[in-house]
């Protein structure tokens, strides 16, 4: 196996991209182990049948090999640290979140941009990797549906994650009944229609808050009038309310985190 970007004898290096436009990586696959993590703006990761984006403080480890697709909004800033599979291991074997916390990124950063003997990189980049550590909490990952029908609808609620429409308008779409499709859904991602649009919906709600929006504000811009229902079913899917989500993988987000529901003008 030969690894283009991890030279002997490094173990990592990083690259940072800035997405101009509506961009999309499909069917990418390296040699090296990747960690994908962002600065600002959305970012979507999907491997192994598994579809994230990844606020501040979350980064997604895709083992070398692994197909994966990448998809940024405009504006979007993030990083891709690629690592020797041959110099590189971890305990876990597939498509995995990886809190970054504060010091990490830093050393990541550093590791990058610092010039640095020869002795302090090495030291840095095995303190890097001796600091992975899987996320505790839910990663907030949804599973893809298989068939390019139901596909297609999970796409399109993923791009709008307040769309309300049923299971019936949905199946009328594509021709079949609601049952159907939520039918289909249970089938190929565990969940129903429903259940899969909630998890969809707190998924893009952590970008939001990452980024310093209120709680009330993002619980809107998902479809909920109701902040206390947003932050019920947030609790429900993570275990945790957003602050505590955040706090439990070391985000490293600033701005405004507060669960407590505030009047906005």
Known sequence: MTHALTHEPWLLTTQSIVSSSHEKWTDGVHDEHELIF????????????????????LGIWIPAGTTHHVTAEPGTSFYVTYFSADRVT???????????????????LANKNAELTTDVRMRIQQLIVDLFAPVRSATLDVHMPRSAELRAIAEKIAQNPADSGTSDEWGRTIGVSGRTVNRGFERETGSSLTQWRINVRMRRALIDIAAGQSVI???????????????????????????????????AASGRRDDTPTQES
């Open 38 to 57: 962002s600065d600002s703006g959305v970012l979507t990761v999907e491997a192994d049948g598994r579809l994230w984006v990844t606020p501040l403080g």
């Open 217 to 251: 504000t993002v619980a809107r811009n998902v479809g909920y009038t109701n902040s206390s229902t947003f932050i019920q079913l947030f609790r429900q899917a993570t275990g945790h309310t957003p602050t505590a989500y955040f706090r439990s993988f070391g985000a």
């Open 90 to 108: 971890v305990p876990w074997q597939i498509a995995t979140g990886i809190g970054v916390t504060p010091v990490l990124r830093e050393l990541l």
